[in-house]
């Protein structure tokens, strides 16, 4: 199991608590695998951008207009986190129905 995600954030660090034997991928130092960014989007779409984010809140309209591959690989801490890959399975966010479904 591979949790993306910010070694700054309290969601990531929460579910890294809670997750035995994960990987942890900081993509703010080593980026998300454009496979894994590619399978995010076509599950998640547009939920993956955290448009509530002070990264998203600095850019001008010109540079959000832009595609959500491109924004997410250019500024990685526009990802909706934590994003965890479970072999052929994503879940996003650390709501309580992720929990449920990664629990045990």
């Given amino acids: 199991m591979i949790l993306y995600g910010l070694k700054s954030c309290d969601t990531c660090r929460a579910a890294r608590k809670a997750l035995e034997n994960i990987d942890f991928i900081d993509v703010r130092d080593d980026g998300v695998p454009s496979e894994v960014l590619d399978a995010a989007l076509a599950q998640f779409g547009k ?10 809140r600095g850019l001008d309209e010109a540079e959000r207009a832009r595609p959500e591959k491109a924004l997410l690989q250019d500024h990685p801490t ?3 986190r934590p994003l965890i890959v479970d072999g052929d399975r ?9 929990q449920a479904a990664l629990a045990g």
């Fill in 47 to 56: 939920a993956l951008l955290n448009t509530r984010s002070t990264t998203w």
């Fill in 90 to 98: 994503m879940y996003l966010g650390w709501a309580k129905d992720v």
């Fill in 78 to 80: 526009l990802m909706k």
